[in-house]
């Protein structure tokens, strides 16, 4: 920081003085910074430049400025050191000096020109004669002042460069709360930036604040306390279960049951809970059912299920044998069950066989499926020529992308067959080897049962052999 100061002239002469004879104290510099390198330079060519002292009335010298140079000269092993002496000037005077000279040599931090501004202040220097000294504002000054009220480790992570000043102003309120100032240190120092860290701080101490406050309340009504579940979240199955929720009997009625607790949540309030719901099962207005009535009972579901299903089998068996399903009611049931089982895609292309648009509304494979169901309507006619586009769209696909093998490779075969048989596409060389290709393979055990398979077969063999 560059500071512009002004220093009235003073009587002083140029000497070699002992340096024990020279009392330190009063700095602006708050830290000396690496005296050792300066020491080495020292012990090479000797001291440079004077140091400034004033004459003390009671003998000796008053380090002025230079308090680096002093150091390191005796870190170098020097008795004496040349020092500029001049007559004492007033305290104020000698903080402004101290300020020009370290500020010329290296540049003073944020910090040590404001413990000079206060030093000043201290000795009795009003706001304004500083702020003129320092050619700066009074609202800097008074900025500064608001610094230096923050609490020491605030201070020190401002020194040590981990935080910007101007992040922590603001926070001098906190001075007196040195647990408070401690965690939010903690967590600056583990990243968190200061305005979160504050933040975070003063949510875990109102959270610790109501959860103190919770205990107490229930330490006060003798009311047992449990572990809170995770997420302060109690699953329809387990056994302990809130009041008014898993559990409806009142608070009131419910203190005197020996299943009666509480557990304090994440946010620190008192949740109270039934830990054996079991007690109250069947009680009337409780919400809570029988569990053996509850499980016998789906035990007599489950054995009407099992009894009905050779029940079912043997009315669709006779119903096959007999003929009960119309053919239409049949036919519509197997194409209306087709129409479903096809996929999205296919359905798309289905609707573009049919010049049929698909409405943006909607989702997924409802839209395309929607607009066939409705074309089809009620007319067993329309519902085939719908599935019929459906499994033709799947055919096409099953030609035109390449899936794996294993994946309905027939359809290549029977799109094939139905396009020879009905002559409705004259299909060429390239076309039935992209079929033979991806149906099924010669060795798989239902080739035969494909449609003119037996034909093929026979060919194969004879070329074979």
Same mark, same amino acid.
């Given at each position: 920081?560059?500071?512009?100061?002004?220093?009235p002239t003073?009587?002083?002469?140029v000497a070699?003085?002992? $340096?024990?004879? =020279?009392?330190?104290?009063g700095?602006?510099?708050?830290?000396l910074?690496?005296?050792?390198?300066?020491?080495?330079? =020292?012990?090479?060519h000797?001291?440079?430049?004077?140091?400034?002292v004033?004459?003390r009335?009671?003998?000796?010298?008053?380090?002025v400025?230079g308090? #680096? #140079?002093?150091?390191a000269a005796?870190?170098?092993g020097l008795?004496?050191?040349?020092? *500029?002496?001049r007559d004492p000037?007033?305290?104020v005077?000698?903080v402004?000096?101290?300020?020009?000279?370290?500020d010329d040599?290296?540049?003073?931090?944020?910090l040590d020109?404001?413990g000079?501004?206060?030093q000043? $202040?201290d000795l009795g220097a009003?706001?304004d004669?500083? @702020?003129e000294?320092?050619?700066t504002s009074?609202?800097?000054?008074d900025?500064?002042?608001?610094v230096l @009220?923050l609490p @020491?480790?605030? $201070?020190?992570l401002?020194r !040590?460069?981990t935080v910007d000043?101007n992040d922590?102003?603001?926070?001098?309120?906190?001075?007196?709360?040195?647990g408070?100032?401690?965690?939010v240190?903690?967590? =600056?120092r583990?990243?968190?930036?200061p305005?979160w860290?504050v933040s975070?701080? #003063?949510q875990?101490?109102a959270l610790?604040?109501t959860a103190?406050?919770?205990?107490?309340?229930?330490?006060?009504?003798g009311?047992?306390?449990?572990?809170?579940? &995770?997420?302060?979240t109690?699953?329809g199955? /387990?056994?302990?279960?809130r009041?008014?929720d898993g559990?409806?009997v009142?608070l009131?009625q419910?203190?005197k049951?020996?299943?009666h607790?509480a557990? =304090? /949540?994440s946010?620190?309030e008192? +949740?109270?809970?039934?830990?054996?719901?079991?007690r109250?099962?069947?009680?009337?207005g409780?919400g *809570?059912?029988?569990?053996?009535?509850e499980?016998a009972?789906?035990r007599?579901v489950v054995?009407?299920?099992?009894?009905v299903q050779?029940v079912?089998?043997?009315a669709?068996k006779d119903?096959?044998?007999n003929?009960a399903?119309?053919?239409?009611e049949?036919?519509?049931?197997?194409l209306t069950?087709?129409?479903?089982?096809?996929?999205?895609?296919e359905?798309e292309?289905?609707c573009?066989?049919l010049?049929l648009?698909?409405?943006e509304?909607?989702w997924?494979?409802?839209?395309?499926l929607g607009v066939?169901?409705?074309h089809?309507?009620?007319d067993?006619g329309?519902l085939?020529?719908v599935?019929l586009?459906?499994?033709?769209?799947?055919?096409e #696909?099953?030609l035109a992308t390449?899936p794996p093998?294993t994946?309905?490779p027939?359809?290549?075969?029977l799109h094939?067959a139905l396009l020879?048989?009905t002559?409705?596409?004259q299909?060429?060389?390239?076309? &039935?080897?992209?079929i033979? !290709?991806r149906?099924?393979s010669?060795?798989?055990e239902c080739?035969?049962?494909?449609?003119?398979?037996t034909s093929?077969?026979?060919?194969e063999? +004879? !070329?074979?052999?």
């Amino acid at each position: 920081m560059t500071t512009a100061v002004s220093s009235p002239t003073a009587t002083a002469e140029v000497a070699v003085i002992p $340096l024990s004879d =020279i009392r330190r104290r009063g700095n602006v510099r708050q830290e000396l910074g690496d005296v050792e390198s300066l020491a080495e330079s =020292i012990r090479q060519h000797g001291v440079l430049t004077a140091v400034l002292v004033e004459r003390r009335q009671n003998g000796g010298f008053e380090l002025v400025a230079g308090f #680096r #140079r002093v150091a390191a000269a005796e870190l170098a092993g020097l008795e004496h050191i040349p020092a *500029v002496v001049r007559d004492p000037v007033e305290s104020v005077q000698r903080v402004s000096d101290q300020l020009a000279e370290n500020d010329d040599r290296c540049a003073l931090t944020e910090l040590d020109v404001a413990g000079a501004m206060q030093q000043m $202040l201290d000795l009795g220097a009003s706001t304004d004669d500083v @702020a003129e000294r320092l050619a700066t504002s009074t609202d800097t000054i008074d900025r500064w002042r608001a610094v230096l @009220a923050l609490p @020491a480790p605030l $201070l020190t992570l401002v020194r !040590e460069g981990t935080v910007d000043v101007n992040d922590v102003v603001d926070l001098g309120e906190l001075a007196d709360d040195e647990g408070f100032v401690a965690a939010v240190v903690a967590e =600056i120092r583990a990243g968190t930036g200061p305005r979160w860290a504050v933040s975070r701080v #003063r949510q875990q101490h109102a959270l610790a604040a109501t959860a103190a406050a919770s205990q107490a309340k229930l330490e006060k009504e003798g009311c047992p306390v449990v572990a809170a579940p &995770r997420y302060d979240t109690v699953t329809g199955n /387990s056994r302990m279960q809130r009041l008014g929720d898993g559990v409806k009997v009142s608070l009131r009625q419910h203190r005197k049951q020996p299943c009666h607790a509480a557990f =304090i /949540s994440s946010r620190g309030e008192v +949740a109270y809970v039934c830990t054996d719901r079991s007690r109250h099962a069947g009680e009337a207005g409780s919400g *809570v059912l029988d569990l053996k009535a509850e499980r016998a009972a789906k035990r007599a579901v489950v054995k009407e299920l099992r009894e009905v299903q050779p029940v079912r089998a043997a009315a669709l068996k006779d119903a096959l044998a007999n003929s009960a399903i119309g053919t239409d009611e049949a036919v519509r049931h197997i194409l209306t069950t087709a129409l479903w089982d096809a996929r999205a895609e296919e359905l798309e292309d289905a609707c573009a066989l049919l010049d049929l648009a698909i409405p943006e509304a909607g989702w997924g494979v409802s839209r395309p499926l929607g607009v066939l169901v409705e074309h089809a309507g009620d007319d067993l006619g329309r519902l085939t020529t719908v599935v019929l586009a459906a499994q033709l769209a799947r055919g096409e #696909r099953r030609l035109a992308t390449q899936p794996p093998r294993t994946t309905d490779p027939h359809v290549a075969n029977l799109h094939g067959a139905l396009l020879d048989a009905t002559g409705i596409h004259q299909l060429s060389d390239a076309e &039935r080897a992209l079929i033979g !290709e991806r149906g099924l393979s010669q060795w798989s055990e239902c080739r035969h049962l494909l449609p003119g398979a037996t034909s093929v077969i026979r060919e194969e063999a +004879a !070329e074979a052999s």
